[in-house]
């Protein structure tokens, strides 16, 4: 074999080399190529991922944020409610006590509750009873009858308004018209029952 003819054959086994080779080498850069693009996905996925996430639980946060604060919001404007319609009542309850203290079939009724009350929590002897003028005579026997008490000294009070209060040795029973309004929130606790009551 001439030597020219060598030379094209030995150029012809390394251009096959060359090919071969870099075929080889771009197959493999582009095996690289596809697995960092991959990676880039994957990286970017889990990025935007995490993003959202992190969005989506601020909203969230914000959201319950909100909500608590409408939440007490709105209790306060029911307090404010309550607190205003409460303050309308407490006159209302307080001319409707002295109204009944007043009304002579109304007086009775009370002064009747009252007396059954003491009966039951009072010792039945020696009472003093101090109350609001406007109680007659034959109103005052009726009561002492009811109340099965062996002594019953009345005493007419001007400085009480309405109702009247039942002294039974140290024990007291105050069924004045300060008295029963004595305890402001216990009663408007009771206000707000009947009124609860009364809406359903």
């Known amino acids: 074999m001439s030597r020219e003819l060598r030379l094209g054959a030995l ?36 990025k935007v991922r995490a993003t959202l996430a992190q969005e989506r639980a601020r909203l969230e946060a914000e959201v319950a944020n ?38 002579p079939g109304l007086r009775r009724a009370w002064a009747s509750r009252q007396i059954a009350a ?10 003093r009873i101090r109350h ?7 109103e005052r026997k009726s009561l002492a009858q009811a109340s099965e008490v062996s002594s019953i000294e009345w005493v007419e009070d001007s400085t009480i308004s309405a109702g009247f209060a039942i002294e039974a040795g140290h024990n007291v029973l105050d069924a004045t018209f300060e008295g029963l309004l004595a305890d402001r929130p216990a009663l408007e ?12």
Do not use: F, K, M, N
């Not at 012809?12 to 690289?32: F, K, L, P, Q």
């Not at 609001?132 to 034959?138: C, F, I, R, S």
């Not at 606790?189 to 359903?200: K, Y």
């Open 189 to 200: 606790s009771r206000l707000l029952v009947l009124l609860e009551d009364e809406a359903r």
């Open 66 to 103: 909100r909500q608590a604060r409408l939440q007490t919001e709105r209790r306060l404007a029911v307090q404010r409610g309550i607190s205003t319609l409460l303050g309308e009542a407490w006159p209302l309850l307080r001319a409707a006590l002295a109204e009944a203290w007043a009304t």
């Open 132 to 138: 609001a003028p406007g109680l007659g005579e034959e």
């Open 11 to 46: 150029l012809g086994a390394i251009e096959d080399y060359r090919r071969t080779r870099c075929d080889e080498v771009i197959a493999a850069a582009g095996r690289e190529a596809g697995a960092l693009r991959h990676e880039a996905h994957a990286a970017a996925r889990a």
């Open 118 to 127: 003491a009966s039951a929590l009072l010792p039945r002897q020696r009472w």
